[in-house]
């Protein structure tokens, strides 16, 4: 992977000024897909340079996928994939489909049309065990009232890659893994601890040690942040952005909090009513009005509004660390 | 924007070469969780032993006094086929072996499957009140039995095996019919579904098990009896019979520890890491309604045991199914023999119905474990 490439997936601003710098890779990789009104009733397909750059067998692929509960699609005609190791991060307001589609991807709910793809191969063709192998979920803190261990709870995520025998138990590799795992999220020291004794941050971090555990090439994003408070919200994101940086993995996500989301995201979806309203880097999507348009709000208005507060005082957001 | 500095690569990789003081602090953090792991061995063996003089009490204790130097004697003799001391009478012996150790291994066999089966569900459902019996099981197998008893019709070849046999298949048959009506109902198979379907199941057979105990009274007392359960006029041949099936039920369970651990912490997740759920959940409902039933057809319902084996165990050992299953085995086999022993001495020479036992020292034993612990564990 090229110098450009690996900056880029390490946060919008940085790979910006890259990008300004190699101009002729930029060329290619702008372009937003934006469609108005119209073209997302009508269901149009719009592509752009974007999507030229494949690569014959994208880890995912989302073709014309629909699902949805009880006869009614949520999801409708969904197609993307991704392209090499990025970040991305699905936005649009509530109950336009993110999670449906994530459940969608993780084979989790069955797709009413079209396809999703990994590797090139339907998963409707796989087992959910080689799906697991692939993509791992992380969903929203919730409560759990049961002692496990921190230990135990990570060791369930190597289930998918533990052989099938009569009675399996974790080997030295697995061991291993998990205990590196537990040192990517800072939690080593807490191994032996049960996890109904530990705070809403820290039980996250043991669920996405847990998740990294199963050494997924793509970790799917439900709202990890969720009752998290401020700096622990920023701790999850930094350590999943550390994990796609080093691993060279992607990770697709729903995180409604837009700085987050663009902290994380090296390419925004932004849905709208089941669909896919526009597709495109973080930056470029940042700049446009389609998120004032999927959320019927002035989005950026917004921002600086709340930006507005700290000025009088003179405080530099950036020094105050 | 500002990274952190240590990089998930650089920390394996001073795990890999564990150089000076940090291989030395690797190790004893391995040697903390070796221990937070095997530290429940000392506690297993504590249980073992317990259920072991459990055991030999119940089989000493009765209308006469045996001496538990007398049935280990009794027991080489039988087992190992060494030669019985002299002063060991013949009687004491048919005693222990013809009539106490069978009825003591059966409440054994009979409650270690419904302890399992009480786990398994409760874990499977996720709900602390679920069992085999608020899914039919019970209804459906004391249906079945009552209207063998009321036709007195016997399959050919099962002879009196007929009564328990009936009262399985009735069982199982039960579950399946209330599993599938609720995933009728909802195609995803959510464990409220299953629980509403089960006890709407459950209340409706045993209405029908009223209506045929009612149209012949002559047989009346005899279902009712046979609903609160008893260990008496068990022999051999019951123990041979119920033995194979328990332990092979269990044994299957054990295979799914995992699974079971992962469907505690919700079924999308236990999905998203790789359990095919529903063929899983299927496998584990019908293993452990297969328990339960088989268990009830042979002793009757006796209730508690299913709802408090994987309660307590679960306090004393933590939640990983490693340990809770075989020792929901374990303590629901050693608390079932306990509680025939109660029934049959403490009124002699009435016997009490062994179900109403369960439930009369079982609760208060609940209420000590559950609520006197954890308040330990909070001061």
Request: hydrophobic share 45%; proline share 3%; net charge positive.
């Amino acid at each position: 992977m090229t110098v450009s490439a690996s900056a880029t997936t390490a946060c919008p601003v940085t790979s910006a000024l890259v990008d300004a710098e190699t101009n002729a890779d930029a060329e290619v990789r702008t372009g937003v897909e934006i469609r108005t009104d119209a073209e997302i009733r009508t269901g149009v397909e719009i592509r752009t340079g974007a999507e030229i750059r494949t690569d014959a067998n994208a880890l995912l692929e989302l073709e014309d996928a629909s699902c949805g509960y009880g006869g009614e699609d949520v999801v409708r005609k969904v197609s993307f994939r991704t392209h090499g190791h990025e970040n991305i991060c699905l936005l649009g307001p509530n109950g336009c489909g993110k999670t449906t589609l994530l459940r969608a991807i993780s084979g989790l709910l069955p797709l009413t049309g079209g396809r999703v793809l990994i590797d090139g191969t339907d998963i409707r063709h796989m087992r959910q065990k080689d799906i697991s192998r692939n993509i791992a979920m992380m969903s929203q803190l919730a409560t759990v009232h049961f002692s496990y261990t921190v230990e135990e709870t990570v060791m369930l995520g190597r289930y998918v890659r533990m052989k099938a025998g009569l009675f399996e138990s974790p080997g030295k590799e697995d061991r291993r893994k998990v205990r590196e795992c537990l040192e990517a999220v800072e939690m080593a020291d807490l191994a032996g601890r049960p996890i109904d004794s530990l705070s809403g941050g820290q039980l996250q971090r043991v669920f996405l040690a847990r998740t990294l555990a199963q050494e997924p090439r793509l970790i799917l994003l439900d709202e990890p942040t969720n009752h998290l408070d401020l700096r622990h919200q920023i701790e999850l994101v930094d350590h999943l952005i550390r994990w796609s940086e080093t691993e060279g993995r992607c990770i697709i996500g729903v995180l409604h909090d837009i700085g987050l989301a663009s902290r994380l995201a090296d390419r925004l979806l932004l849905m709208r009513n089941g669909m896919l309203a526009a597709d495109g880097r973080t930056r470029d999507i940042l700049d446009g009005n389609c998120l004032n348009e999927v959320y019927g709000l002035d989005v950026r208005a917004y921002m600086r509004n709340m930006l507005k507060q700290w000025e009088p005082q003179g405080g530099n957001f950036h020094e105050s660390r | 924007m500002k990274w952190p500095k240590r990089s998930i690569r650089t920390s394996t990789e001073s795990g890999n070469i564990r150089t000076g003081t940090e291989s030395g602090n690797i190790r004893t953090r391995e040697l903390e969780i070796g221990m937070a792991g095997s530290g429940k061995g000392p506690a297993i063996l504590l249980s073992v032993f317990c259920a072991l003089i459990i055991l030999i009490v119940g089989i000493g204790v009765g209308s006469v006094f045996v001496p538990p130097r007398e049935i280990l004697f009794i027991m080489a003799n039988r087992i190992l086929g060494f030669r019985l001391p002299a002063g060991v009478e013949e009687i004491t012996v048919s005693l222990v072996w013809n009539l106490r150790f069978p009825r003591v291994m059966m409440a054994f066999i009979v409650g270690a499957g419904l302890g399992v089966s009480g786990t398994v569900m409760q874990s499977v459902l996720r709900n602390p009140l679920a069992s085999s019996y608020t899914l039919g099981v019970s209804s459906g197998a004391a249906l079945g039995a009552g209207i063998v008893m009321v036709t007195g019709f016997s399959v050919p070849f099962l002879g009196r095996l007929t009564l328990p046999a009936v009262g399985l298949v009735a069982g199982v048959l039960t579950v399946f019919i209330a599993v599938s009506f609720a995933s009728r109902m909802d195609r995803a198979m959510s464990s409220n579904t299953i629980i509403l379907a089960g006890m709407v199941f459950s209340l409706f057979i045993n209405a029908i098990l009223t209506l045929v105990a009612a149209m012949s009274r002559d047989q009346m007392q005899r279902i009712i009896f046979w609903q609160m359960g008893s260990f008496s006029l068990k022999d051999w041949k019951h123990v041979a019979t119920l033995a194979p099936i328990t332990i092979m039920g269990i044994l299957w369970l054990i295979r799914y520890v995992r699974e079971l651990d992962m469907i505690v912490f919700g079924e999308e997740q236990a999905q998203s890491m790789g359990v095919d759920l529903k063929k899983v959940k299927w496998m584990l409902l019908g293993l452990s309604a297969a328990l339960t039933g088989s268990a009830v057809a042979f002793s009757g319902v006796i209730g508690f045991i299913d709802l408090i084996a994987p309660h307590v165990t679960r306090k004393v050992f933590g939640a990983s199914h490693r340990f809770v299953v075989p020792l929901s085995a374990l303590f629901g086999g050693a608390f079932m023999v306990l509680a025939d022993l109660v029934s049959r001495t403490i009124l002699t020479p009435i016997e009490l119905p062994v179900g109403a036992v369960t439930a009369l020292i079982g609760a208060p034993f609940f209420a000590w474990v559950y609520f006197g612990r954890s308040r330990k564990g909070v001061s």
